[in-house]
């Protein structure tokens, strides 16, 4: 029953930053694991970054650990991704994802999407 939105999206030069939101609706979302994901358009979506209930635990993949970083404010039922050094690989649609377990993983099952935003990285 949860429905999450994201925005924060849009056009930035290599070595720039962006920060996108994800807001959720219908349900609390402390009680979803939650991440990211991203996908170019002919390539499967491919994980970005897991977030557990509490935010006690993260998760990033190696393409973008040191670069960016994952937060939940659980009173305010959003999530964030903090995006520093963008390189243009990083052009993809993100889409904000959830969980009944712990933690959004790479091989996860049964995630609720948001509708996904638009990252564009020029180099």
């Known amino acids: 029953q949860v429905q999450l939105v994201e925005t924060g999206g849009g056009s930035v030069q290599a070595g720039g930053s962006l920060t996108l939101s994800c807001a959720a609706s219908?349900?609390?979302?402390?009680?979803?694991?939650a991440g990211w994901f991203r996908q170019v358009l002919g390539k499967e979506r491919e994980f970005v970054a897991g977030?557990?209930?509490?935010?006690?635990?993260?998760t990033y993949d190696d393409s973008v650990r040191g670069r960016f970083t994952i937060s939940r404010n659980n009173n305010n039922n959003t999530m964030s991704l903090q995006m520093n050094s963008l390189k243009p690989e990083d052009t993809a649609v993100y889409y904000c994802?959830?969980?009944?377990?712990?933690?959004?993983?790479?091989?996860?099952?049964?995630?609720?999407w948001g509708q996904g935003t638009q990252v564009t990285v020029s180099s």
């Open positions: 977030i557990s209930w509490t935010g006690h635990t993260a």
């Open positions: 994802a959830a969980t009944e377990q712990v933690i959004v993983t790479p091989t996860g099952a049964n995630y609720y």
């Open positions: 219908g349900r609390p979302l402390r009680d979803y694991g």
